[in-house]
T-cell receptor, first 110, second 114 residues
Framework: GESVGLHLPTLSVQEGDNSIINCAYS??????FIWYKQESGKGPQFIID?????DKRQGQRVTVLLNKTVKHLSLQIAATQPGDSAVYFC?????????FGSGTRLSIRP | GAGVSQSPSNKVTEKGKDVELRCDPI?????LYWYRQSLGQGLEFLIY????????KSGLPSDRFSAERTGGSVSTLTIQRTQQEDSAVYLC????????????FGPGTRLTVL
């Protein structure tokens, strides 16, 4: 079946540095992509999204890049803070169905 | 309430018993999703409801799993004859209705099958 996967299961970054979390998707029909943050014991929380007719979208300290040619999605977090420690999921959507990837754990070194 | 709520927060049951998990979506949200998350894993899609349309059940792992959404609001996920491999966190999410509206998640129900 269709799937969304991540290149790196864990990522450790120095506080203040930028973080880049990558994701590959396989369904060429996907037209909407979302990044979620999940803290321990909580449900996923929306971070940022992007439609397939865009290749970049910026939020507060976060940027999502979409490369439809290679079916790749990335989340960039600027000036990573301790509060950014969490598991990050990418998700793809088509026909209102939303499929999640396996997640990347982001840990912050002081 | 302001967000999606789920009950119970934790459920411990014996193998072979049936369980019901409840989700109360945000008022006015027409779309409702159920996911399963095993420890250290991603979210596995189970079922999706949209308004009065027939639900998308394509993610249900077996016929022991079923879900209902009554009155377009509250949803119940039922697992019959539970197995140990059903142990996971079951997450519910709702969104307003448009395919690009933000999806809001509940805190989940942690199910443990002994």
């Amino acid at each position: 079946g269709e799937s969304v996967g991540l290149h790196l299961p864990t990522l450790s970054v120095q506080e203040g540095d930028n973080s880049i979390i990558n994701c590959a998707y396989s369904n060429s029909a996907s037209d909407y992509f979302i990044w979620y943050k999940q803290e321990s014991g909580k449900g996923p929380q929306f971070i940022i999204d992007i439609r397939s007719n865009m290749d970049k979208r910026q939020g507060q300290r976060v940027t999502v890049l979409l490369n439809k040619t290679v079916k790749h999605l990335s989340l960039q977090i600027a000036a990573t803070q301790p509060g950014d420690s969490a598991v990050y999921f990418c998700a793809e959507s088509w026909a209102s169905k939303i499929i999640f990837g396996s997640g990347t754990r982001l840990s912050i070194r002081p | 309430g302001a967000g999606v709520s789920q009950s119970p927060s934790n459920k411990v049951t014996e193998k072979g018993k049936d369980v019901e998990l409840r989700c109360d979506p945000i008022s006015g949200h027409t779309a409702l999703y159920w996911y399963r998350q095993s420890l250290g894993q991603g979210l596995e899609f189970l079922i999706y409801f949209q308004g009065n349309s027939a639900p998308d059940k394509s993610g249900l792992p077996s016929d022991r799993f079923s879900a209902e959404r009554t009155g377009g609001s509250v949803s119940t996920l039922t697992i019959q004859r539970t197995q140990q491999e059903d142990s996971a966190v079951y997450l519910c999410a709702s969104r307003k209705g448009q395919s690009t509206d933000t999806q809001y998640f509940g805190p989940g129900t942690r199910l443990t099958v002994l």
